[in-house]
């Protein structure tokens, strides 16, 4: 089922970004069954760029066309669609990533996913009922354990993230206003573009930009 299930999140340049038993590792919310975390991956923004939501000028574009691509796969699978935005009450997202065994916090206290970097970015997850069979997480420790250079917490141009936090909002905020600012608009977060998993996101420059202003706006 799993496989089967890959199939059609990858066609919507979705990815499988972790997966728990509830009734096995406890987390909030969930008792029983299987969870599935969905990520994006390379072909994700190609692919929601030329939807309805990317096209029609109305807020919050992803967060839309995440609804509409999960519930159609939830009602596929017969499972509930859960998002990490529409609250409060939100999805205990950050819980469930992390419980899963692919995402750990990170020095400079973002999310670090084992297989994409500093440039997780969930849009949804799938419960189901029954117990699937699932692969075990691929690390049994944090990558950030073995990274000596620690890029996520030296790139960043204004020093907004340290060791252990606290994150200064501020100086993150002001310097993007700024023209220096600008390779950080226009391409991402150079401390989560610096990180060495990030890579593996195949994150297009634009998908970076479009978060950026959102955050920016905030």
């Not at 990533?97 to 949804?124: C, E, I, K, N, W």
């Not at 990274?147 to 060791?163: F, Y």
Request: aromatic letters at 10%.
């Amino acid at each position: 089922m799993l496989e089967q299930l890959n199939v059609m999140v990858q066609a919507q340049g979705l990815e499988i970004h972790g997966t728990l038993h509830p009734r096995q590792t406890p987390v909030t919310g969930l008792k029983t069954g299987t969870l599935v975390l969905l990520g994006t991956e390379g072909a994700f923004w190609p692919i929601f760029s030329t939807s309805a939501e990317a096209q029609d000028g109305k807020p919050d574009p992803v967060d839309r066309w995440s609804s509409r691509v999960i519930d159609a796969l939830a009602e596929q699978f017969s499972a509930a669609a859960y998002f990490p935005f529409g609250g409060p009450p939100y999805a205990p997202f950050i819980n469930w990533a992390l419980a899963s065994g692919r995402a750990f916090s990170s020095p400079s206290q973002m999310m670090v996913h084992d297989q994409v970097g500093l440039m997780t970015s969930y849009r949804g997850a799938l419960h189901f009922d029954a117990e699937w069979d699932i692969p075990p997480p691929p690390l049994d420790r944090s990558p950030c354990d073995s990274c000596s250079d620690k890029p996520c917490l030296s790139t960043c141009p204004v020093g907004a993230l340290v060791d252990g936090g606290p994150y200064d909002l501020g100086a993150c905020h002001d310097f993007l206003g700024s023209d220096a600012g600008t390779p950080c608009m226009d391409q991402g977060c150079q401390a989560r573009r610096a990180c060495p998993l990030s890579s593996g996101a195949n994150r297009d420059f634009s998908q970076s930009s479009h978060h950026m202003h959102y955050f920016h706006s905030l």
